[in-house]
């Protein structure tokens, strides 16, 4: 069965470090998403892409976290400089191209990486 | 943007009996709601989905049902077995991004 693969599982950091998560959906999947899950919290969207194009980073620290796409398969997630308050999840997920109507249809996501910043 | 809300966030049953857990959505435009189940340590799985066309859905032991008027939904899970104790989210889309609720911790007891 294809999964969303996601890498790595476990990251400790130091604060003031660079951190980065690597996320590979499922084949033929066009729209990718980042979401941080904090703990005893849902998932909240960080980045959402569709093929290579970012549709939406409203969410997004954008002076410590980047994010890209550029073949329009896998993604790469990143943090500088990790602070504190960014220990948390990093669940990656994937699903067939969002169309208009029914929403975002199934999301598959991955087994997330769990960040600990020190 | 959609706010979901979702209750219990803890929800401890005997085994063999019903489960119920209830999320309301502030975007009277959304017509997609998911469930998801996280079992620890892994990614949400989506277990069931509702649009908006329709009031209720069953799948085996789970049941989703949407009061549009309303503005709410809920999971029900029939006949609990241990393999049901997981984080269960509800989740709303505005367009095209999908908003989660703050989960309910399911604990079924032997």
């Known amino acids: 069965e294809a999964e969303v693969a996601q890498s790595p599982r476990y990251k400790i950091t130091e604060k003031s470090q660079a951190v980065a998560f690597w996320c590979d959906p499922i084949?033929?999947?066009?729209?990718l998403y980042w979401y941080r899950q904090i703990l005893g919290q849902g998932p909240e969207l960080l980045v959402q892409f569709q093929d290579e194009s970012v549709v939406d980073d409203s969410q997004l620290p954008k002076d410590r976290f980047s994010a890209e796409r550029l073949k329009g398969v896998d993604s790469t997630l990143k943090i500088q400089p990790a602070e504190l308050g960014d220990s948390a999840m990093y669940l990656c997920?994937?699903?067939?191209?969002?169309?208009?109507?029914w929403g975002t249809g199934e999301l598959f996501f991955g087994e997330g990486s769990r960040l600990t910043v020190l | 943007g959609e706010n979901v809300e979702q209750h219990p966030s803890t929800l401890s049953v005997q085994e063999g009996d019903s489960a119920v857990i209830k999320c309301t959505y502030s975007?009277?435009?959304?017509?997609?709601f998911p469930w998801y189940k996280q079992e620890l340590g892994k990614g949400p799985q989506l277990i069931i989905d509702?649009?908006?066309?329709?009031g209720e859905k069953k799948d085996q032991r789970i049941a989703v049902t949407l009061n549009k008027t309303a503005k709410h939904f809920s999971l029900h899970i029939t006949e609990t077995q241990p393999e049901d104790s997981a984080v269960y989210f509800c989740a709303a889309p505005n367009d095209y991004k999908l908003s989660f609720g703050a989960g309910t911790t399911v604990t079924v007891r032997a």
């Open positions: 509702i649009r908006s066309n329709v």
């Open positions: 084949s033929g999947h066009a729209t």
């Open positions: 997920a994937s699903s067939f191209r969002v169309g208009t109507g």
């Open positions: 975007d009277s435009a959304s017509n997609y």
